[in-house]
Each structure stands twice: as C-alpha cells, then as structure tokens.
C-alpha cells in the first residue's frame, strides 16, 4: 500500500497518527472484495480490531482523524481522489470507497 502511504505523505500525515496504519490496511482489504459490495463496520473494522489488537470504534476514530488531517492539509487531492468536491471531510466510507477505485484506475494505467 505505498500509493497510499504516499497520498498519506501528501497530505502532510505522519506516522504518529493510528490512523496512518489503519488506513492503507483497510483499503487493503476493501480491495479484497473485489466488486463484491462490502460493510465497513462489519467486514473491514472488526478484522483490523483484531490485528491490531484494539476496539473496533479505536480503528474507526484513527481512520476518521487522519482522513481529517489529509482534508484540512491538502483538500484538493482529497477532491481528486474523490472524483468531486463534497463541500465537507468525507467520512471514512466514503474516502475508503474512493481510494478503492482510485487505485483500481491507477494499476490499470
């Protein structure tokens, strides 16, 4: 998941953030699914919770904040990523779904 490290490090988002693990994990799996449709709280969180041995609301509040982060620090790739400008922070579906498409168009180029 370097592309998203990378897009982590554009936005100004550092190691020090949880969320900066949790992220890439979480698209990481989310890209498992294929075009299988997916829950976030139910098939991606609990999986995480587990790995990194906390709750599944620590692992939603660490993808919230950094997703956050990246808003405030570097808004218009955010909007890119996206493919529009939401007006407000995406939540942490929304940026996931996003990023799911957005490097499934980036490994087809």
């Known amino acids: 998941m370097d592309t998203v490290i990378e897009i982590l490090r554009m936005?100004?988002?550092t190691s020090k953030?949880?969320?900066y693990f949790y992220l890439p994990a979480a698209i990481e799996?989310?890209?498992q699914f294929g075009e299988e449709p997916f829950r976030i709280?139910?098939?991606i969180y609990p999986q995480l919770a587990e790995r990194y041995?906390?709750?599944s609301y620590a692992i939603d509040c660490g993808?919230?904040?950094v997703i956050e982060r990246c808003w405030l620090n570097n808004?218009?790739?955010v909007k890119h990523i996206?493919?529009?400008d939401p007006h407000k922070c995406p939540t942490n579906t929304e940026l996931i779904e996003a990023m799911v498409y957005y490097l499934s168009k980036q490994s087809c180029h």
């Open 63 to 65: 993808i919230r904040t």
């Open 11 to 13: 936005c100004r988002v």
């Open 53 to 55: 041995q906390v709750t």
């Open 17 to 19: 953030y949880r969320g």
């Open 41 to 43: 709280t139910k098939d």
């Open 82 to 84: 996206l493919g529009y």
């Open 75 to 77: 808004r218009e790739l």
């Open 29 to 31: 799996l989310a890209l």
